[in-house]
Nanobody, 126 residues
Framework: QVQLVESGGGLVQAGGSLSLSCAAN????????MGWFRQAPGKERELVAG????????YYADSVKGRFTISRDNVKNTLYLQMNSLKPEDTALYYC???????????????????WGQGTLVTVSS
């Protein structure tokens, strides 16, 4: 059972920044691709960003490209999401996800990312 714990959410004004973290407790996820999803009230969950197991390949949704940065520290077993220039439409519950189906994938397959954490709430006021 994968255990992921997200943190770093909060209330911020539009234009501000937040940094989210996702700790993998009891699981070594250094060999798996990971990502961040979000779900706003009344909307479907959407993929925000993804990163390969090595950190060498990243993916961003068009809505956050240029504002968000995904990264990972495989020694600390932690995933990060740096969010800058936040907008009210970024308000959502943010979840981290991992693809544990195949280790050391040569090519990231975003469709295999699964959410395991409880999420952290990000609220951006206008």
């Amino acid at each position: 059972q994968v255990q992921l714990v997200e943190s770093g959410g909060g209330l911020v004004q539009a234009g501000g920044s937040l940094s989210l973290s996702c700790a993998a407790n009891g699981s070594n996820l250094y060999k798996y691709d990971m990502g961040w999803f979000r779900q706003a009230p009344g909307k479907e969950r959407e993929l925000v960003a993804g990163i390969s197991w090595s950190g060498g390949t990243t993916y961003y949704a068009d809505s956050v490209k240029g504002r968000f940065t995904i990264s990972r520290d495989n020694v600390k077993n932690t995933l990060y999401l740096q969010m800058n220039s936040l907008k009210p439409e970024d308000t959502a519950l943010y979840y981290c996800a991992v693809d544990t189906s195949v280790p050391w994938r040569p090519i990231v397959r975003l469709e295999y990312l699964q959410v395991w954490g409880q999420g952290t709430l990000v609220t951006v006021s206008s």
